[in-house]
């Protein structure tokens, strides 16, 4: 079954950076474009960053467009983001996405907390 598997979460200061992982099983993952979501507390779901199967334009939402990096590597079934310029808005639950025969799966989601 399709599983994926986030980490890399923490807190860090205003300012500082993180790199987040989503380990990917189940399905054949260079085939899937993956995507990043997170949801801060008391607020809903929202999309922050989209890499297509062949890498070749990823978005971003404008949140964190310039500061956040989505990457994928296809011979470890893994994708990351790569987050700088922190900020407290950033704080949040980071979950991977994808969207497999149809269906929408999740992983657990990592902690991330912007804080000084």
């Known amino acids: 079954q399709v599983q994926l598997v986030e980490s890399g979460g923490g807190l860090v200061q205003p300012g500082g950076s993180l790199r987040l992982s989503c380990a990917a099983s189940g399905f054949t993952f260079s085939n899937y474009a993956l995507r990043w979501y997170r949801q801060a507390p008391g607020q809903e779901r929202e999309w922050v960053a989209r890499?297509?199967?062949?890498?070749?334009?990823?978005t971003y939402a404008d949140s964190v467009k310039g500061r956040f990096t989505i990457s994928r590597d296809n011979m470890k079934n893994t994708v990351y983001l790569q987050m700088n310029s922190l900020q407290p808005d950033d704080t949040g639950v980071y979950f991977c996405?994808?969207?497999?025969?149809?269906?929408?799966?999740w992983g657990q989601g990592t902690q991330v907390t912007v804080s000084s």
């Open positions: 890499i297509p199967t062949d890498r070749s334009s990823a």
């Open positions: 996405n994808v969207m497999y025969k149809w269906s929408d799966y």
